[in-house]
């Protein structure tokens, strides 16, 4: 399953799951930002180093390379 990391700017995509990382409050801080299984996520644009901006809703989240990784998504 990709991740958001596979993801180019201009995507919708909807969030399968989190994969699990070494430190659960990492994974319990995206669920609190809304990164839920079902949620559609925009990709609004890359940076230099890898990191996204993402659209959630309302709401604009910047994520480094490493935490959008864990995110799996679907069409």
Known sequence: MPSLNDSRPGT????TGIEP???GG???????F???PGADVT?????ATGGL?????DARVALDSRTAGR???SR
């Open 12 to 15: 919708t995509v909807r969030i």
């Open 21 to 23: 990382g070494r430190a």
């Open 26 to 32: 990492s994974r319990r801080r995206l669920l609190e």
């Open 34 to 36: 809304g990164f839920v």
């Open 43 to 47: 990709v609004i644009a890359r940076g």
């Open 53 to 57: 901006l993402v659209g959630l809703g």
């Open 71 to 73: 995110l799996r998504w």
